[in-house]
């Protein structure tokens, strides 16, 4: 007994003096993956202006290896702070602020209703406290429509859980990172490829954002955690196999990344089927898996295709594998993000600067790889309402006049009071007198167990006592408010890009027509017929004289609201708006369009 207990004094002291033996960390980055090494890295080879990248991208910079984050541990808190929830799909709307910044028109889906969300807080107006992986709570709002004057009634779904914020841990993550080098990276990040502009010396390219926002987002893994890399371009190159963070030499492997050059062509498909292989020889479960998949590209309907990229992630996601898209540039094709955010524990990101990426990692890197939720559905049962329209799901489209579906929801910061993104909105049509709203919820949790959840809620004949309408919170107007505004910006979108792109034949129409359709349910509307190439060159941006009109009218029923909310967080679309005001169409008279189509003024 005293044998063995002067042996763990010795290993103890051992341990403590710094003399145990430490896991032996490799560089296991493969540069002889492609025989175009060269052009892809320059090994051993780095310039000052790489190691400065190096440490400006790095906290303690090029000197010595960066401790990995500790993983997180419940602490005791004087309140205990519960996480929020959001929906997948979108998680901002950068790239559409950025192409308006930048002069261009956005791409349709670059803003979408749950990416609008999720840059903002919401009282979800829960009663109560909740001690479930789920808690749905409900407000009502009945209001006249700005423009029509017509009625309507709204519902919003707060997302709720029970979940403590210090209690919140993620599981140990086998993450493969599947970047794109293809010569379009080498483009400047804010003008489009096939515009054929050249690159300023003084802008970063997108190689640049892409390779300096994987650094900043490889600070939040932890020892028990799993790396790999793939590269493509024309082709898949594994350089880096799936191997923990303990023993593998981080350093050396930023080194690597920053290094990277651009070249080639692109096969998306490729690069992706090359990261899935490496989930065939690790053990997937009781492990987060993931792939972040890093693009500037324009992926055309082919990608669609069950055995393309967006079929491939489809078929991952059942097998547990779940996907982060993020896109680079402002070219970036937007409109992939319908598909994206159909995907169970899909979500997709834009990056405009790896500084403001960087920031958002250090606060939702663990909540973008941890999934909680999945296969809600919300059936609504009453004989005199049905489901008419829904914001903040990505599928939407896939509602009916009772049901409403969402394939995933992730964890968000909560303010305390608010949950960040945590909120959908669905508009109802009134069918009947009956005012009783049965709301039956069922979802999953990630281990396929299914929960339900029923409430009822009455409208109880709401009338308009306030100029603007009732609302039964502030949430649920907010929630309103960007709901108006996604759809304004959506509608004029797809006006303006008729006359760029796409060819199509216009008549002059005054204000009072688009008023018909400014607001409509873009989920319902017909979209002109898209270009079949994904070859696109930019729209410069310009608002009609129709739009400039109809834009001054939503400002000033947007400051209104934004003062009766006491919501500074507002101004972020409200300095869109002022924007697009100072925008009009060409003043040369043989180039004036208007950018409506005649088969919408209905």
């Known amino acids: ?76 808190a004087p309140t205990a702070k519960k996480i929020g929830l959001a929906v997948g799909g979108a998680k901002d709307t950068d790239n559409f602020i950025e192409n308006i910044k930048q002069g261009y028109i956005p791409k349709i889906d670059a803003i979408t209703y749950e990416g ?14 909740c001690k479930s992986l789920f808690c ?65 010396a003084e802008n970063k390219s997108k190689m640049q954002i892409a390779t300096e926002s994987i650094v900043a987002m490889l600070e939040h893994l932890k020892p028990n955690d799993s790396l790999g890399v793939v590269l493509f371009d024309d082709g898949a190159y594994p350089v880096k196999p799936l191997r923990k963070i303990a023993y593998t030499n981080m350093k050396a492997i930023r080194k690597h990344i920053l290094a990277l050059r651009e070249r080639g062509g692109t096969n998306w498909s490729a690069g992706y089927k090359a990261g899935l292989k490496y989930f065939d020889r690790v053990k997937k479960k009781g492990y987060e898996n993931r792939i972040i998949f890093i693009t500037d590209a324009m992926p055309n309907s082919g990608e669609l295709n069950k055995n393309r990229l967006f079929g491939l992630a489809k078929k991952a996601s059942n097998r547990g594998i779940h996907t982060t898209f993020i896109g680079v540039g402002v070219d970036f094709n937007a409109n992939l993000v319908e598909y994206v955010s159909k995907t169970k524990g899909a979500n997709y990101y834009s990056v405009h600067s790896s500084k403001e990426f960087k920031k958002r ?85 990630t281990k396929g167990k299914k929960y339900r959840n029923v409430q009822k809620v009455h409208f109880m004949h709401q009338t308009l006592r306030e100029e603007n309408g009732y609302y039964d919170n502030r949430g649920i107007r907010k929630a309103i408010l960007l ?73 000033r029923h947007y400051t209104h609201e934004m003062k009766q909310l006491r919501d500074k967080s507002l101004n972020k679309e409200l300095n869109v708006l002022n924007r697009l005001l100072k925008h009009k169409s060409s003043s040369n008279k043989e180039e004036k369009i208007d950018d409506w189509q005649n088969y919408f003024g209905r």
């Open 361 to 445: 990692m250090d606060k939702e890197f663990d909540y973008m790889v941890t999934p909680l939720v999945y296969d809600l559905e919300l059936k609504l049962a009453s004989r005199g309402y049905k489901i008419d329209a829904v914001y903040g799901s990505p599928q939407a489209k896939l509602s009916t006049g009772r049901i409403m579906k969402v394939n995933t929801l992730f964890p968000s910061a909560n303010d305390a009071k608010r949950n960040k993104g945590g909120v959908i909105l669905l508009r109802l049509k009134k069918t009947g007198n009956a005012e009783d709203i049965r709301l039956s919820v069922s979802y999953k949790n």
């Open 136 to 200: 749905p709570s409900y407000s009502k709002a009945v209001i006249r429509d700005i423009y029509t004057g017509d009625k309507h009634y709204y519902l919003s779904v707060g997302l709720n859980s029970g979940i403590n914020e210090s209690d919140f841990k993620r599981k140990n993550l086998n993450l493969v990172v599947v970047l794109d080098i293809s010569g379009s990276m080498g483009s400047q990040f804010d003008r489009y490829y096939y515009d054929g502009k050249k690159r300023s």
């Open 116 to 129: 609008t969300y999720y840059q903002h807080y919401f009282d979800t107006g829960l009663k109560g406290e």
């Open 483 to 555: 709901a108006q505004y996604v759809t304004l910006m959506k509608n004029w979108m797809i006006d303006a890009r008729a006359g760029c792109n796409d060819k199509m034949e216009y008549l002059y129409q005054p204000p009072v027509q688009i008023m018909r359709r400014c607001m409509i349910y873009t989920p319902v509307r017909p979209i002109y017929p898209k270009l079949k190439t994904w070859e696109r060159r930019s729209c410069k941006l310009q608002v009609s004289q129709g739009y400039q009109k109809i834009f001054s009218l939503f400002r």
């Open 1 to 76: 007994m005293k044998k063995l207990l002067l042996f763990s004094l010795i290993f103890s002291l051992f341990t403590v003096t710094g003399f145990a033996k430490k896991p032996k960390k490799i560089d296991d980055w493969d540069v002889n993956a492609t025989v175009k090494q060269k052009n892809i890295i320059k090994k051993h080879r780095y310039s000052k202006q790489l190691k400065h990248r190096i440490s400006s991208a790095m906290p303690g910079g090029v000197g010595g290896d960066i401790a990995p984050v500790a993983p997180m541990v419940a602490m005791a």
